[in-house]
């Protein structure tokens, strides 16, 4: 018997138990043991795109159950190496013309352009506003607010414009950035006496900020959000373009000082909705092509009318779709997709609620649900704790003031310092990381 397969195993035989049969039988039964060994888990898959998908959604789930198991106090790497099935052929369509993408900013993602945009009633006005500030910076809509739920285009419209300056100014500059990553730079600045060059970067060597996540901001009152305010007021005196992305309207950002949400609102601000029926349709069309699937109109019909919620949730249908064509070895039919998306559309139907959420967190790690939402302070329960409300906060529109009403009437400072430090450990305990991601896939795989 090869050394550690019975530790891998035993972690497929754990796996089972946390994720959904059909994802575990399309993402786990095929892949086959190789080695593990200095830590290392090198596994085969039956190709490219199992690779790619795999690594990224249920990798961390696989090394952080093989750590545990092993006793190691760091994550195993991971090599997976493809083994391809010759005897598969796959239904494809013509992929579409492969655009040659000019040379863009280092900060933006390529594929993030106005060209791939697919516009509706519900995010309209955000595009043409979008477009209208990347062709005019700081002639109408200065700043530029567009909000609303995840998965809408927010980040996609904000990288669009990004692309869309850089390419009409080569000469100015421009600054994509998260509001976390501005104030982890403010704190380092203010701590290192670097506040000369904070200063000059985003004051006077800024043609263009655009500003993502700035509800992250609420909370962080005094000299984070007065500096903010005050980088706003100079690049608006100067004439310079800003552009901010938030998940609410700035206005319904707690713990947001009111001078800053009214410079902030001082422009225009615009609402992504959930995408409309013939948008969903026309999105399903345009990414199939992209990725060279053969979808019926039966088919987009059926997948636009069961996802409702947002455009990230399309483009993971495709993918499931696209996985278990290419595992079954099947065409793609209506069958199939009903097949290939049943666990997905459950999740879709019964949504995640705070409930799901703290009781995935107890059954994971082998806590009682009660004892989270009590006040108990030991570590562990402590920890549990503060991942809930990292998760709620994430997953589910609620106010700080909501979540703790969950957590024993706790108020919303405690709740914003548990997310805080949530997020903090994530940069810096792989462990908590990946404790983290693998919640996340027993939530999916409800």
Excluded at 216 to 245: H, P, S, W, Y
Excluded at 276 to 291: D, P, Q, Y
Aim: glycine fraction near 4%; charged fraction near 25%.
């Amino acid at each position: 018997m090869k050394p550690g397969i019975h530790i891998f195993e035993q972690a497929l035989k754990n796996l089972k138990e946390r994720i959904a049969p059909n994802n575990f039988n399309i993402w786990f039964k095929p892949i086959e043991f190789k080695s593990f060994e200095n830590n290392t888990l090198e596994i085969f898959v039956p190709n490219r795109f199992f690779k790619e998908f795999f690594q990224n959604h249920y990798g961390p789930h696989l090394l952080s159950e093989i750590a545990r198991l092993s006793g190691s106090p760091t994550m195993p790497n991971l090599v997976i190496i493809e083994k391809p099935d010759e005897g598969y052929a796959k239904e494809v369509a013509t992929p579409v013309r492969q655009e040659i993408i000019p040379a863009s900013h280092p900060s933006l993602n390529p594929k993030y352009t106005f060209d791939r945009f697919i516009v509706g009633k519900s995010n309209e006005l955000a595009y043409y506003s979008a477009r209208s500030v990347a062709e005019n910076p700081a002639k109408k809509y200065n700043p530029l607010v567009i909000y609303g739920k995840s998965g809408l285009g927010k980040t996609h419209l904000l990288n669009a414009i990004g692309h869309l300056f850089f390419q009409k100014f080569k000469d100015k500059n421009l600054i994509f950035i998260s509001s976390e990553q501005l104030m982890n730079e403010f704190i380092y600045a203010t701590k290192s006496d670097n506040m000369i060059k904070f200063r000059e970067k985003y004051r006077k060597n800024c043609d263009l900020l655009l500003l993502d996540d700035i509800q992250f901001i609420g909370g962080n009152k005094g000299a984070t959000q007065d500096e903010i305010f005050n980088t706003i007021n100079t690049l608006l005196e100067r004439k310079k373009q800003i552009v901010i992305v938030s998940n609410v309207h700035p206005s319904k950002i707690e713990g947001l000082d009111e001078k800053l949400t009214s410079r902030i609102t001082w422009g225009l601000t615009c609402e992504i909705k959930p995408p409309e029926l013939e948008v969903r349709k026309n999105i399903l069309e345009f990414k199939a092509k992209l990725m060279g699937l053969k979808l019926s109109e039966e088919i987009i019909d059926f997948i636009a009318s069961s996802i409702k919620s947002n455009v990230r949730e399309l483009e993971s249908a495709l993918n499931h779709i696209e996985a278990f064509s290419s595992l079954t070895k099947h065409k793609i039919d209506l069958n199939l997709v009903k097949e290939a998306l049943k666990d997905f559309f459950r999740v879709e139907k019964n949504r995640i609620t705070p409930e799901t959420i703290i009781e995935s967190v107890a059954k994971y790690y082998n806590l009682d649900k009660g004892v989270i939402l009590s006040s108990t302070r030991t570590k562990n329960v402590s920890l549990a704790r503060h991942i809930s409300m990292y998760l709620i906060r994430k997953y589910i529109n609620l106010s700080l003031n909501e979540i703790g009403s969950l957590f024993n009437g706790k108020n919303h400072s405690v709740v914003l310092l548990s997310i805080r430090k949530i997020e903090n450990s994530i940069e810096k305990d792989e462990k908590i990381k990946n404790d983290i991601q693998a919640i996340e896939g027993i939530l999916t795989s409800l």
